[in-house]
């Protein structure tokens, strides 16, 4: 068993350790947004997390980490749970899902779309599947899910401008902005440097955490917590958003990494701060 240790970036907390311990010293409802990608039980090559458990272990497991998530949260709370299947395991998420319903109610349903063709033309990347039944495996799911059902969220500074602006007047809006929907492209970030380059096997972009965040809506005093923080992804998201972020990861490699990145992300904004 590994000793939590955790250490304070900025407004932000990294802790090394196991979430499913971790999360029993955290206070009750006081967290307001989690957004995390656990491992997926299909196999991902982590640097020591096991990723091939047995099916009903595996959801046993991932239901006390859930219920335990529900007991940090605020009851306003939201809850963003990415996962995915592979074809496989095609009904892997569905299966958690139902394991969750007696926590939580699934008040929106998102996928995430990394790659879509339009016409002829193809946007984002996705890893190709090598198969004569199955085709190409180009979205991820993005489960809502709060205590209550009605927890409101912020469409309209979530969303996006309209394209055909006589929409405003005609529908009788009176900003251009509308609910963005349940279909979110967001494509994985390119890498431009060598300093940006970092080794996690199983991430998702800086833009996904953040989408979630600023659907549940944020202000000064919001708490954003990832227990399968990885690479520190949503801690990045938090601070771009400026909400405080915990972020919880159990493997030190990984944690170096977040710690890493986060502190290059802090460092580059002051240094733009300094510049202006
Ligand atoms: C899908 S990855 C998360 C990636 C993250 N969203 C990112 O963008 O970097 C899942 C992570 O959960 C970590 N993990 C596995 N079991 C854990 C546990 N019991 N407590 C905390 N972290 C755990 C793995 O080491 C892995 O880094």
């Not at 529908?171 to 279909?183: F, K, L």
């Not at 431009?192 to 979630?212: D, I, M, N, Q, Y």
């Not at 600023?214 to 992804?233: A, I, K, N, Y």
């Not at 990045?236 to 159990?250: D, H, L, M, N, S």
């Amino acid at each position: 068993m590994i000793r939590a240790r955790r250490e304070n970036l900025g407004v932000h907390t990294l802790i090394r350790g196991d979430c499913a311990r971790v999360l029993k010293r955290i206070a009750p409802r006081s967290v307001d947004v989690v957004v995390t990608s656990p491992p997926y039980n299909l196999g991902l090559a982590y640097r020591s997390y096991s990723d091939k458990m047995a099916e009903e272990d595996y959801l046993d497991w991932m239901e006390g980490v859930c219920s335990s998530l529900r007991e940090v949260m605020r009851d306003d709370g939201s809850f963003f749970l990415n996962i995915a299947g592979s074809s496989a395991q095609p009904w892997l998420p569905f299966e958690l899902m139902v394991r969750l319903r007696g926590l939580f109610v699934l008040q929106n349903h998102i996928t995430w779309v990394k790659s879509i063709s339009v016409g002829e033309v193809t946007h984002g990347h996705f890893k190709p599947v090598n198969s004569s039944r199955f085709v190409n495996r180009n979205h991820e799911h993005v489960f809502h899910l709060t205590k209550t059902g009605d927890v409101p969220v912020a469409r309209l500074e979530a969303g996006v401008p309209f394209t055909d602006k006589s929409n405003i007047t005609r529908r009788s809006h009176n900003i251009d902005r509308r609910c963005r929907g349940d279909t979110w492209f967001i494509p994985y970030e390119t890498v431009r440097s060598r300093r940006e380059k970092f080794s996690h096997p199983g991430t998702f972009p800086v833009a996904l955490p953040e989408a979630c965040l600023r659907l549940h809506g944020v202000h000064s005093e919001t708490v954003l917590l990832d227990p399968f923080m990885g690479s520190g992804t949503s801690v990045i998201a938090a601070e771009k958003v400026g909400v405080r972020g915990i972020g919880i990861e159990a493997d030190t490699s990984y944690v170096r990494v977040a710690r890493d990145r986060l502190r290059a992300y802090l460092d580059a904004q002051k240094a733009g701060l300094d510049e202006n």
